[in-house]
């Protein structure tokens, strides 16, 4: 077939087998190249895979307890209280203090329950509201119990309870790891 | 089968791929795009001598990769630039590799420049109707040089901070205008945050575009002039037999340019980069040197003082610069061979070899007076002290999200702290300098009665690296010692 076609292209049989070499070492070198050269770039990605990625690895940093007040501060049964913790965190090549509210509650047993107030659909802070005793989230109208769980809305679950301990009279939370 | 009759039948079962590369083709002409770049006619042949332009190109396409990754993690601002390389030095995975191949790939690079230009002046392939070209090569040299210099502040660490004081100074005495670009470039008199964010911005955005407009200019005018071939061969009408670009020389550029990364990569594996200890400005043993390429610059400024110091600094390197420039409108006879333009040649080597000399007497004036060699030799072990020191992260008391303000006392005692003058050597929230050490977590390893004794009476270790005795009120001794113990 290309015998035929380089005939019809004017070019005798001797020379059409030349060209066709040529061409054949031509294309060959080029898909040597572009293989060894494909090769080569993705060993040089690796580092910068790696450098990308470490953010990834360094986040996962251990919470700790963080004090909530004394007690006597959560004494309120009919509403539950809200408490701002300050949570320490690495953030990049900074160490952070931010603050989070949390709600604090008790259970039919009377043990202490820290109801965190991100909201488990997207993350907005859900408030309490004092008048329709519920927690209500602002951005979707996610609807939720004093105990925290879900009555309406687009959440797809309770509110997260955060682990409690009681120390010497005081209240402590372990927030969840950042 | 014969060997056409296989090539043919490749061709049919690759069809698929043909037919999808004969649709692109169709509507973006990458066919004979490709051929115009492959088949370029090289006048005598592909040769190894032409492989540093396309070296360069690879070299800044390096700078431009490592130069967006380091840009990740850098936050330019007085406090936080030094933080940031340490931590991307120090914590980021192959942060130190990625760092050091952008560190030394400025010096591949300068390497490079002069491969270039005397590959080009040797083979006389800037006569006849490549003026613009190498003028276009001459701008270029110098933006390369402005990256050199603007990228070596940014990680904000001793040796940078002091060199750049100096190279802005050296600005200042321009007559006039010098003053005024000085405070321009630095942003205002003193070198600080202004500073960096200005050199930042020059560094990653204004002299990269800069770079990028005049490579496409200098590429286009060099394939319009086309390549000059061998000394021997006429530059407007080759006579040699040419050979195309692909695949011969397309082979020896690429050879070179694995032979850039694998230099580069070897370099900045089997030599870390280092980052000095945080900026001191109050530090007045520091002694600061250029890199090797500003070195003879550096040198030639000793030999110039006083009303005379303009010549030295602002005429002399201005000729020098013009003489560079006009070598197309100087050396114009049709004449290429180097050994037949010898009047050419040493007027071009001449100024490398001052040059040269230049930079090997400022390295023999700081081997021979024992004072910096001393202090240069301190300053290393510093920076590799410092590279020793794990990285701590800086506490930001103050989150952007959700202020949390310290006690009163503590805002008092870091009050105390600068009034004092304590961050002159212990560094800007006693980060520590090459001065003195770094007081952050010192209130767990010193109970308040250690802090409070060693404060008001230092022992002789404190003593002889220059700690004064404190001799404020109590109630600052209580407050300072409560902000360092609040360090963490």
Known sequence: MATQRATLAGVSEGESGKLAALVGRRSFLAMLFSTVGAAFAAVCALPFARYIAYPLYAAGSHSHWVDAGPVSDFTSTSEPVRKLINIEHLDGWQQTVSQQAVYVTRDAGGAFVALSSVCPHLGCSVAWQSNSKTFVCPCHGGCFAPDGSRISGPPPRRMSALPTRIDGGRLSILPPSA | ??????????????????????????????????????????????????????????????????????????????????????????????????????????????????????????????????????????????????????????????????????????????????????????????????????????????????????????????????????????????????????????????????????????????????????????????????????????????????????????????????????????????????????????????????????????????????RVRLQLAHQKDEEARYMKQPFVPALEAYSFANPVPPSPEIVAGRGVFLAHHCNFCHGDDAAGTAAAPRLVGIGEQLSTEQLMGLIRRPNAKMTAGKMPVFVGRDDDLHAVVAYLQSLR
Request: hydrophobic share 50%; net charge positive.
């Open chain 2, 1 to 370: 089968m014969s060997r056409t009759e296989f090539q043919s039948n490749a061709l049919t079962e690759r069809s698929g791929a043909r037919r999808l590369y004969d649709w692109i083709d169709q509507r973006t002409g990458i066919r004979s795009l490709l051929r115009h770049i492959l088949d370029e006619p090289i006048p005598g042949g592909a040769r190894w001598a032409y492989v540093f332009g396309s070296g360069l190109l690879c070299a800044l396409f390096i700078q431009a990769i490592t130069g967006v990754a380091l840009a990740l993690y850098y936050v330019p601002a007085a406090g936080t630039a030094h933080e940031t390389v340490a931590y991307l030095t120090k914590q980021v995975w192959s942060g130190s590799f990625i760092r050091g191949v952008h560190a030394y790939g400025s010096h591949f690079i300068v390497l490079l420049l002069f491969a270039h230009v005397i590959q080009t002046f040797v083979y006389g392939a800037f006569k006849k109707r490549r003026e613009i070209l190498w003028l276009s090569g001459v701008c270029l040299f110098l933006l390369m040089l402005g990256m050199a210099f603007t990228g070596y502040l940014l990680p904000w660490d001793q040796r940078s901070y002091f060199a750049t004081m100096v190279g802005t100074n050296v600005m200042a005495e321009a007559p006039v205008v010098g003053p005024l670009l000085k405070r321009l470039l630095r942003g205002g008199e003193d070198m600080g945050t202004l500073t960096l964010s200005r050199f930042y911005t020059l560094h990653i955005l204004v002299l990269p575009g800069l770079i990028l407009t005049l490579i496409a200019l200098h590429v286009c005018l060099f394939r319009r002039a086309g390549p000059a071939g061998t000394p021997q061969d006429d530059l407007i009408k080759p006579q040699r037999p040419s050979q195309p670009f692909y695949p011969r020389q397309l082979l020896m550029d690429a050879g070179f340019a694995l032979a850039l990364v694998l230099g580069l990569v070897g370099v900045a594996h089997f030599l870390p980069i280092t980052l000095g200890p945080a900026t001191n400005p109050a530090s007045t043993e520091y002694i600061p040197r250029p890199e090797w390429y500003f070195l003879p610059m550096f040198q030639w400024l000793k030999y110039w003082q006083g009303p005379r110091a303009v010549i030295g600094i602002v005429v002399i390197p201005s000729l020098v610069l013009l003489l560079f420039a006009g070598v197309p409108f100087l050396d114009r006879r049709y004449e290429r061979r180097a050994r037949k333009r010898l009047f050419s040649v040493v007027g071009f080597v001449l100024p490398l070899a001052v040059l040269a000399l230049l930079g090997a007497l400022s390295y023999r004036d700081d081997r021979l007076d024992p």
